[in-house]
């Protein structure tokens, strides 16, 4: 994410990305201290502030620009720097560092319900492999014959995972559908690529199985977008309207789903058929 200031625009000559200088400052704004990184480039035309993480601000430029005009810019814009510092750190916060698919080796980790708990595997006498979840762990315990058989081993954590998430699917929606004063059945619990939730014509609702990974208020503000489509079958006005009264703060749910949605599918790769 960056902003920009345009310079008028004169020839700068040449189109080299060429790094002229770095030059790395100390800031200190709000008690928050991070590192501008200032760096004279041959190429820009403009001076652009990026914010490279929550503690790596780059201010870029341009060759012909002077540093002081690059400074003031950099010091009138500090709201901004801060307010994308501080979006940056929430979705760090929300998501593991490098999700990834399982490998199996007791130091994976797995969100669920927005937490992101350790995956041991622990051999066991038992003739059967299964799972347990608890406060602080997911734990698989499998025969030692097993152990090294990472397919079965997904396919009975998914199993429990798919079970965890119908059970929170149906109480949420029976929470919700008494709050609307609408009769509903039970969820279909899928594992939909491009889908979170559908509700079919005659009311019946599906969900993906892997929203129990997400925050809980996320999995219920799919859960009421789709009960909320029994009573009005569009994405209309109205529709919005009564999504937002069943639930005002959804849309930071719906943003979270559209940010990091799409790292829920890579932990554990998708099964054909879920239900
Ligand atoms: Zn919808």
Request: charged share 30%; proline share 5%; glycine share 4%.
């Amino acid at each position: 994410m960056h902003t920009t200031l345009k310079l008028p625009t004169g020839s700068a000559g040449g189109c080299l990305e060429a790094v002229l200088e770095v030059q790395k400052l100390q800031f200190d704004l709000f008690d928050d201290r991070y590192e501008v990184i200032e760096r004279v480039s041959a190429k820009s035309r403009n001076i652009r502030i990026e914010v490279r993480s929550p503690r790596e601000v780059v201010l870029v430029i341009p060759r012909h620009a002077p540093k002081y005009a690059a400074r003031d810019f950099l010091k009138s814009r500090e709201g901004w720097i801060q307010q994308k510092i501080a979006e940056m750190r929430q979705r760090h916060a929300d998501a593991p560092l490098d999700p990834q698919r399982l490998n199996w080796d007791n130091r994976d980790r797995i969100p669920l319900r927005g937490i992101d708990l350790p995956l041991r595997v622990v051999s066991t006498s038992m003739r059967n492999i299964s799972v347990r979840v608890d406060d602080e762990a997911i734990s698989v315990f499998s025969p030692s014959a097993q152990l090294g058989d990472r397919t079965k081993l997904q396919r009975v954590l998914v199993q429990e995972l798919q079970r965890q998430a119908r059970q929170d699917a149906q109480r949420m929606m029976n929470e919700e559908a008494a709050r609307l004063g609408i009769r509903v059945g039970e969820p279909r619990i899928g594992d939909q690529k491009t889908l979170w939730g559908s509700c079919a014509a005659d009311g019946g609702i599906s969900l993906s199985w892997r929203l129990v990974m997400a925050p809980p208020a996320v999995f219920r503000y799919v859960v009421i977008h789709e009960l909320c489509h029994i009573k009005h079958h569009d994405h209309s006005d109205a529709f919005w309207a009564l999504v937002e009264q069943q639930m005002p703060d959804f849309d930071t749910h719906r943003t979270w789903l559209r940010d990091q949605g799409a790292r829920l599918h890579l932990y554990l790769p998708s099964s054909r058929s879920a239900n």
